[in-house]
Nanobody, 115 residues
Framework: QVQLVESGGGLVQPGGSLRLSCAAS????????MGWYRQAPGKERELVAS???????YVAESVKGRFAISRDYAVNRVYLEMNSLKTEDTAVYYC?????????WGQGTQVTVSS
């Protein structure tokens, strides 16, 4: 059973930074890819950033230049570095991993950007 546990969320002022971490219960090398999604109140869940097993990355246009995804195989973690945060980045952020046709999700971590 795969478990993904997010951490690093919290309250931050506009312009601030946070780094989200997603810890997997086993080796992340088993996954075809991993990513970060977010869901704001009243909105659909959206893909923020992803990274494939061969290192190809995707970052949504709305966060390009501000967010970056990375991974560390040694500790089986994926990170989302978030800079220049805006109020519209407020959402629950979810870690995702996929292996062939199976998706795994974390429980989510709240990010609130407010002055």
């Amino acid at each position: 059973q795969v478990q993904l546990v997010e951490s690093g969320g919290g309250l931050v002022q506009p312009g601030g930074s946070l780094r989200l971490s997603c810890a997997a219960s086993g080796s992340i090398s088993r996954f075809n890819g991993m990513g970060w999604y977010r869901q704001a109140p009243g909105k659909e869940r959206e893909l923020v950033a992803s990274i494939t097993s061969i290192g190809l990355t995707y970052v949504a246009e709305s966060v390009k230049g501000r967010f970056a995804i990375s991974r560390d195989y040694a500790v089986n973690r994926v990170y989302l570095e978030m800079n220049s945060l805006k109020t519209e980045d407020t959402a629950v952020y979810y870690c995702n991993a996929y292996e062939r046709t199976v998706d795994y999700w974390g429980q989510g971590t709240q990010v609130t950007v407010s002055s």
